[in-house]
């Protein structure tokens, strides 16, 4: 693609710029009455030396660091004019849920600002598009869909649940696609591949905000998300389940993040009496659903590969503490770049959590931590790289990432982290390796974040 190639340009120009000259330099060249010999042959074969090609030749690599220049300086305008877009989408995509979940009060001054817009973007792309030469097929694609998008707003000519239905499911979608376009260019690179951070630094606003596949904002007790370490041909599936109460009784699976928006599921589980489940801190690894069974308490795992349910009892784990915002929140399943965990609190914990990781293989615990971190006061807690995250209540739009325990070293430390929510409570909060991701579960609504790391 053409970014990728201006990239490499722009790599191989310090050395088309500098090496050539250096070289003639440094060579044995000496001056006597106007002409040029070179003395050293080794390096440059003829025997006169080639002053027009050395001249030539400083004017094409003077000439090849201002091209690149110039591409270097349409790139960053570019990055910086899609993350201000990208932040706009966003704040839209939050705007249509408001509509959605108080329709009266938002939704005349909203469909004129949405109108508005919508034709700044259609600018801005078009703009964009110009910019780079249309030389992105994506970019072509973004212009259709923005242009689509403010035809269908302008259509609506009355306030109607379904139109709204339509506007928000494209939204998330243009928003999701431009994401991935911004990915594919590298343009938002999340170094996946390895924990070089000390921690969480930041996380951003929320990138989705969508009710459940049910419509129903009763369906309170859920969670959402992707295959924190999907099988080939699966990378891109989410699953969702929820109910109106914390009983577990259903996964859905969908192929790709549009398809889940879409409510279009590919395949639905349902648990088998004596498998049901409860509590919600549930996640896909490995293309295997990791719940908590209820009656007795253990932890269960559903392969979605071979369709094979099997249980473990964790005897240490308690039954007397949950976090702040359900009841029965006893295992809180949690996958990150180091593998499989599980959360609870024991006898000798007296209410704080205890990590375990499980061995994926044997489905059984290895090692245990203690943190201090109380589980009556913390809403949810979840794993990345190995340090244990918890949150608590701040006011109603707001949880705070309070406290870390490094399972590595055994440090704990104190922070305040702000996490942006929807609706006050939530049940399912986890993060994903993957994408570097949080995702939660608010009160009937899927929420997203990026995460944001301190580096070394
Ligand atoms: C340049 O030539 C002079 C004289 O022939 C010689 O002494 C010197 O070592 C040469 N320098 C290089 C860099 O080849
Ligand atoms: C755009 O690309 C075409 C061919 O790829 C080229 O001929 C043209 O000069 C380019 N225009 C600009 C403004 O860079
Ligand atoms: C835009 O709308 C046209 C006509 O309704 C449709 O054919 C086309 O597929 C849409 N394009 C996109 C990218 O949604
Ligand atoms: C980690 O980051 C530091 C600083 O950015 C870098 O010097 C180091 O090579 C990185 N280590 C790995 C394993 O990527
Ligand atoms: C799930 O089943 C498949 C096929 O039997 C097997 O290869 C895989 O290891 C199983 N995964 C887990 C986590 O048990």
New binding site residues.
């Given amino acids: 693609m053409a970014l990728t190639s201006l990239l490499l340009f722009s790599l191989l120009s310090p050395a088309l710029a500098w090496l050539p000259v250096e070289d003639w330099e440094s060579g044995n060249v000496t001056t006597s009455g106007g002409a040029l010999e070179c003395v050293c042959s080794v390096f440059l074969p003829d025997s006169t030396f080639p002053a027009d090609r050395v001249q030539h030749m400083q004017q094409f690599t003077t000439d090849l660091r201002l091209e690149v220049e110039i591409h270097m300086n349409k790139l960053v305008h570019y990055q910086s004019k899609m993350d201000i877009f990208l932040g706009e989408l966003k704040d839209l995509t939050f705007r249509v849920a408001l509509m959605e979940s108080s329709p009266d009060k938002y939704i005349k001054l909203d469909f004129e600002l949405l109108r508005t817009e919508l034709r700044e973007f259609e600018a801005l792309v078009s703009q964009l598009k ?1 910019h780079m ?3 992105l097929p994506a970019f072509d694609n973004l212009y259709t869909e923005i242009h689509n998008m403010t035809l269908i707003v302008n259509q609506l000519e009355t306030f109607d649940k379904n139109n709204l239905e339509v506007i928000r499911i494209e939204f998330a979608k243009l928003q999701r696609k431009l994401e991935q376009c911004l990915k594919e260019q590298d343009l938002i690179n999340p170094d996946t591949s390895n924990c070089n951070h000390t921690g969480i630094l930041s996380v951003s606003k929320p990138t989705v905000i969508q009710i459940n596949a049910h419509l129903n904002p009763g369906y309170q007790y859920g969670g959402w998300g992707k295959d924190s370490k999907p099988v080939r041909g699966f990378e891109s599936m989410h699953w969702y389940s929820a109910y109106s109460t914390p009983s577990v009784y259903e996964f859905y699976l969908y192929s790709s993040y549009d398809k889940l928006i879409q409510r279009s599921t590919f395949t639905h589980h349902s648990l088998p009496q004596g498998y049901d489940g409860t509590g919600n801190n549930y996640i896909v690894h490995g293309n295997t659903i990791y719940y908590q069974a209820a009656n007795p308490l253990r932890m269960s795992k559903l392969n979605l590969t071979s369709s094979v349910f099997s249980h473990r009892r964790l005897t240490k784990a308690n039954e007397k503490f949950t976090y702040t915002y359900s009841s029965k929140q006893y295992l809180d399943f949690s996958a990150d770049e180091k593998g499989l965990w599980v959360m609870y609190t024991t006898e000798d914990s007296k209410g704080k959590i205890v990590i375990s990781k499980i061995d994926e293989k044997s489905f059984g615990t290895e090692n245990e931590w203690t943190t201090n971190a109380f589980k009556p006061l913390v809403g949810n807690a979840f794993m990345v790289c190995g340090v244990m995250y918890a949150t608590r209540p701040g006011d109603v739009k707001t949880e705070e990432i309070y406290y870390s325990y490094n399972t590595e070293t055994r440090e704990e430390k104190h922070m305040s982290i702000p996490l942006q929510k929807f609706q006050e409570k939530f049940v399912n909060l986890h993060y994903n390796p993957t994408d570097q991701r949080l995702y939660m579960y608010n009160n009937g609504y899927y929420m997203s974040y990026h995460v944001k790391f301190n580096k070394k």
Avoid: A, I, L, Q
Wanted: glycine fraction near 0%; hydrophobic fraction near 0%.
């Fill in positions: 110009d030469n249309s030389s």
